[in-house]
């Protein structure tokens, strides 16, 4: 089987930051205007006031200051709590593919290649901002690439799920370099309203080439050694947003359509799969955890990061080794570790390891193991 590598990634950051203190101060006038306009029933006890928010919180219950979003303009309104996005026409560019096209042109100058060098494109990420045509196409037109297109969703491991069906194209000799998009626009899913979950997503777009290693020209490759993915059905993370919505008028509005968890469920119940996971990879390949450089894994929550580092690595762990980028990009779905691997691969040299890890909705866990050429 022909052998793959990573040759170039690419990375799209917004133009607008909302910080903590931004989302706190909105919550917080919208939480005081609830609780005074139902008043009545409050004190009655038939519905229970709303809690205030601080940016403490948020921080530390998540590690998140910051986040970037394509459009600022009403998430911040009390009255509104959405980014209000101008509908486009048909005919023009999707925002999605706009921004894909971005990183994409990133990851494909650092591989040395052009478009059309390019045989399928992927575009993979929690949500697409419609059901078809798929935005791999719009973007392979756009860009001149040839072969095909497809889009799919695996939620927070849509990326890693994604290079492993290129890695597989390319080892199976159906592709020769594929293009692996993640446009994550998931400010229009949040809850701006829920005080467990409004802080928690931002938006971004990131990608990467995956090729055959024989062809890879870019100093920047990795050799892919080995992949894993993994599901187990669970509700514990969910959106209800879809087309049969609009057939129920009564519940389309409702909460339950934007993202939900039950935190401290996913946590006791993925954790231990995730460990499971990566110990069962690591052992089939004969590699021990403290052979990795570097641990690009997952930008969901600091808590559950910080977990995973110690169990594979313990205690004693530096920043360097497992990074963060949650702190300024907050939850990027399947984009956070592709992410931090953009940010963090520069210092390798000829034979460092490094874990590429997501874990998430679903739930999936997707990790692949990755060696400097």
């Known amino acids: 089987m022909n052998k793959v590598v990573i040759s170039g990634s690419g990375l799209y950051t917004p133009p607008f930051s909302v910080s903590n203190e931004e989302l706190v101060l909105s919550f917080n006038t919208y939480v005081d205007e609830f609780n005074a306009q139902h008043s009545t029933e409050i004190e009655s006890g038939g519905l229970a006031a709303l809690s205030h928010s601080s940016a403490e919180f948020i921080e530390k219950a998540s590690g998140i200051k910051s986040r970037y979003v394509m459009v600022k303009d009403g998430i911040l309104d009390p009255k509104v709590m959405m980014p209000l996005i101008a509908d486009k026409p048909s005919d023009a560019l999707s925002m999605q593919a706009e921004i894909g096209i971005k990183a994409a042109q990133q990851a494909l100058e ?20 419609r059901s078809y045509p798929a935005i791999a196409i719009e973007i392979q037109q756009a860009m001149g690439t040839k072969g095909f297109a497809y889009d799919m969703l695996v939620a927070c491991s849509s990326a890693t799920f994604a290079i492993v069906n290129a890695v597989n194209a390319v080892q199976s000799g159906t592709a020769s370099r594929v293009l692996v998009i993640n446009p994550e626009i998931c400010s229009p899913q949040v809850n701006y309203r829920d005080r467990d979950s409004h802080f928690i997503f931002g938006d971004v777009a990131t990608a990467v080439v995956v090729e055959r290693a024989s062809l890879a020209q870019s100093e920047h490759a990795f050799n892919v050694l080995s992949s894993q993915c993994f599901t187990d059905f669970s509700n514990n993370i969910r959106s209800n947003f879809g087309h049969i919505n609009r057939c129920d008028p009564n519940n389309a509005e409702k909460p339950d359509k934007l993202f939900h968890q039950q935190g401290r469920k996913v946590f006791k119940e993925l954790l231990p799969m995730i460990y499971q996971h990566l110990d069962k990879q690591l052992a089939e390949e004969q590699i021990q955890a403290n052979e990795f450089k570097r641990l690009w894994l997952h930008q969901a929550n600091i808590n559950m990061n910080m977990f995973v580092v110690r169990k594979l690595l313990g205690d004693n762990v530096t920043k360097l080794k497992a990074p963060v980028v949650l702190d300024e990009y907050a939850n990027t779905a399947s984009a956070g570790s592709i992410i931090a691997f953009h940010k963090y691969n520069q210092d390798f040299t000829t034979g460092d390891l490094g874990l590429l890890c997501s874990f998430g909705a679903g739930y999936s866990i997707g990790s692949i193991i990755l060696e400097k050429t």
């Open 110 to 129: 650092q591989a040395q290649l052009n478009a059309e060098d390019i045989d399928p494109v992927i575009v993979a990420c929690a949500y697409t901002q």
